[in-house]
């Protein structure tokens, strides 16, 4: 576990707040999505359970949120009644895992209306499989894992 932390931390750069575990590890061996507790180490929310470690994958959503894809998945996600399910299916998956917050994934609100961030669809898809709206985000990264470890 500690030595999970330090990975977490230097993948970060910096030390994570709220961590409780790895959830999913790369190829490589490395942590690529982790788990967060409800609450951070001082009593302050964190409304995000999964969170990307992975600095590949971190990369590669923030280019498809600089690219609008916050707004293209959110309209997707109202109009096609299978994503909306997905959705909303996974955002009530987030609340019974996390009771303590009430909240959706990312920390969305009930009604929230759009995607908060890609990488925590993304985060929630690997880490809980079956979340079909972060599945189809996810294959949007080409490749899902790069060739060698990003992490030195």
């Known amino acids: 576990m500690e030595s999970d932390r330090a990975a977490v931390e230097q993948q970060l750069g910096r030390p994570p707040r709220a961590f409780r575990q790895v959830a999913l590890r790369c190829p490589f061996g490395r942590p690529a999505v982790t788990e967060q507790t409800p609450y951070d180490d001082d009593g302050e929310p964190f409304p995000t359970t999964y969170w990307l470690t992975c600095r590949h994958l971190v990369a590669a959503l923030s280019r498809l949120e600089a690219a609008g894809g916050v707004e293209r998945w959110s309209r997707a996600a109202a109009a096609e009644a299978e994503l909306r399910r997905s959705h909303e299916r996974a955002d009530e998956e987030q609340r019974r895992l996390r009771p303590e917050l009430d909240l959706g994934i990312g920390g969305a609100r009930r009604d929230a209306g759009s995607l908060k961030c890609l990488h925590a669809h993304a985060a929630f898809a690997l880490a809980r499989p079956g979340y079909?709206?972060?599945?189809?985000?996810?294959?949007?990264?080409?490749?899902?894992?790069?060739?060698?470890?990003?992490t030195p």
Request: charged share 30%; glycine share 6%; hydrophobic share 40%.
């Open 132 to 150: 079909e709206l972060g599945e189809r985000i996810l294959a949007e990264v080409e490749p899902l894992w790069p060739e060698v470890c990003c």
